[in-house]
């Protein structure tokens, strides 16, 4: 039986860095979460029920992110329960914060792999996550100053 393993980033560049993983999809019993746009609408038709989505949130929406970034955990709680992966594996950022900790709670192993555009300072995300994952990836070896339990993985490019 294959070990399940949700795979979950906001849209965008981390997104993009998630998707370099899908060589390893078949190996499991996967399921992708990411943010619900125009750009990521394509995930449904390539990987099916494969896929679920989550509200897109910005920061830059100061007003209405606190009560997305709320949704949202509440439908990482949903997926989480639908799901039950043994492993979260995610490269960030805001939206995968929660699952990440609802994870943590429920007792799956956290696996974080931050950004690639990340070269000397950490990301929020990543400094919150850092303190609880079973394995934090760093892509530069200049952010092992930053994160020094951290291991270097290289680019994920």
């Known amino acids: 039986m294959k070990k399940r393993v949700m795979f979950i980033s906001s849209m965008g560049g981390h997104l993009n860095e998630l998707m370099m993983l899908k060589s390893l999809f078949n190996k499991y019993d996967y399921h992708i979460v990411t943010e619900k746009t125009k750009a990521t609408k394509y995930l449904k038709s390539d990987y099916n029920n494969k896929v679920s989505y989550l509200v897109y949130g910005t920061k830059k929406l100061i007003l209405l992110y606190p009560f997305i970034l709320l949704i949202n955990?509440?439908?990482?709680?949903?997926?989480f329960i639908k799901y039950h992966p043994k492993y979260i594996v995610t490269t960030g950022t805001h939206t995968a914060g929660p699952m990440c900790c609802i994870g943590k709670i429920f007792g799956s192993k956290i696996i974080y792999i931050e950004t690639f555009a990340s070269i000397n300072k950490?990301?929020?995300?990543?400094?919150l996550i850092y303190k609880f994952a079973d394995l934090f990836v760093v892509q530069w070896e200049s952010m092992l100053k930053v994160y020094p339990k951290a291991k270097f993985g290289g680019w994920i490019f």
């Open 73 to 79: 955990c509440f439908i990482s709680l949903f997926l």
């Open 122 to 127: 950490g990301s929020q995300t990543g400094k």
